[in-house]
């Protein structure tokens, strides 16, 4: 089964920007849809963005909040995704998660995306 493991949280001022990373193990890694949720607190984990297997071609799909501002990206020879954040503002403060698969997702631990002045 799958493994998932995050990177490159951290705290920003907003406005500013950061890059995620999720390394998976485990799996045919080109196989899965990849994907990015975020649970801010004291509301519900929502989906971010997704990036397709090698079979779709890698297609993207946004949550209309990104608003243009986040990009996902994956890299099947590093069996690596990534969720670059661009714009942030602090509302996008949360724990962001790495998802394999689509029913059911296989979850990472997260990662704290916090953005303050």
């Known amino acids: 089964q799958v493994q998932l493991v995050e990177s490159g949280g951290g705290l920003v001022q907003p406005g500013g920007s950061l890059t995620l990373s999720c390394a998976a193990s485990?799996?045919?890694?080109?196989?899965?849809?990849m994907g990015w949720y975020r649970q801010a607190p004291g509301k519900q984990r929502e989906l971010v963005a997704r990036?397709?297997?090698?079979?779709?071609?890698?297609?993207?799909y946004y949550a209309d909040f990104v608003e243009g501002r986040f990009t996902i990206s994956r890299d099947n020879d590093k069996n690596t995704v990534y969720l670059e954040l661009n714009m942030l503002k602090p509302e996008d403060t949360a724990i962001y998660y790495c998802?394999?698969?689509?029913?059911?997702?296989?979850w990472g631990r997260g990662a704290q995306v916090t953005v303050s002045s």
């Open positions: 990036v397709g297997n090698i079979g779709s071609g890698g297609a993207t």
């Open positions: 485990g799996g045919d890694f080109s196989s899965y849809a």
């Open positions: 998802t394999a698969g689509i029913s059911p997702l296989t």
